[in-house]
């Protein structure tokens, strides 16, 4: 079945570092992908999705690029705050019927200062 | 304009009881998801509901069902609680023509002793 594979955390980096999260997926079909971002204390927030091969969501900074030919969909950051300490979740939008989300475990990010 | 609202916030029960939870779509949103997060994990689709009937379902026991009213808003209930049910349930909603993107609420603490 669709899978998604995610970078294990914690990842710690200080304030301005480059950050990379990994994010791999296994999928029939072409399914949209995500990343989500959940704060302390909050539900999850849409950070940035991709729906074709080769599109690049962007949101706050962050970037990610759909690539088929690897199946990933790694999250980029070239300079963290500490602003962005936070759970994210990389998830696939289950292709047909009524697209449920599948998401992978999630990578907790700490930044300091 | 207020977003996906839940309650109750938390909750604590013991094994063998029963819960019931609530979810309030985001305004225009037609379209609920219940999502189970246990701690550390991603969120795992439980169901959906869309015109007031079930659409699709996650690898979830008949313990766990649900409900949506003509006002778009939900429950969810758990029959039998076990103490693996411990989670939070996240409640998200869309426009069914709007796959894919999602909105979260806060979510649901259930402990079970």
């Known amino acids: 079945g669709n899978s998604v594979t995610q970078m294990e955390g914690p990842v710690t980096l200080s304030e301005e570092a480059f950050l990379t999260i990994n994010c791999t997926y296994t999928?029939?079909?072409?399914?949209?992908l995500f990343w989500y971002v959940q704060y302390p204390g909050e539900g999850l927030q849409l950070l940035l999705k991709?729906?074709?091969?080769?599109d690049k969501g962007s949101n706050k900074g962050f970037e990610a690029t759909y690539r088929k030919e690897t199946t990933s969909f790694h999250l980029e950051k070239g300079s963290v705050q500490v602003s962005d300490s936070a759970v994210y979740f990389c998830?696939?939008?289950?292709?047909?019927?009524?697209?449920?989300?599948?998401f992978g475990a999630g990578t907790r990010l700490a930044v300091h200062p | 304009d207020a977003g996906v609202t839940q309650s109750p916030t938390h909750l604590i029960k013991t094994r063998g009881q029963q819960v019931t939870l609530r979810c309030s779509p985001k305004?225009?949103?037609?379209?609920v998801s219940w999502y189970q997060q246990a701690l550390g994990q991603g969120p795992q689709f439980i169901f959906q509901?869309?015109?007031?009937?079930?659409?699709q379902r996650g690898n979830f026991p008949d313990r766990f069902s649900g409900h949506q009213f003509p006002n778009y808003s939900s429950e969810l209930n758990v029959n039998a609680l076990l103490l693996g049910d411990s989670a939070l349930y996240l409640c998200?909603?869309?426009?069914?023509?709007?796959?894919?993107?999602?909105?979260f609420g806060e979510g649901s603490r259930l402990t079970v002793l």
């Open positions: 305004s225009g949103h037609d379209t």
């Open positions: 991709a729906t074709k091969a080769d």
């Open positions: 998830a696939l939008s289950d292709v047909g019927g009524y697209n449920k989300l599948i």
């Open positions: 998200a909603s869309r426009r069914q023509v709007n796959t894919g993107e999602l909105f």
């Open positions: 509901y869309y015109e007031e009937e079930e659409r």
């Open positions: 999928a029939t079909g072409y399914p949209s």
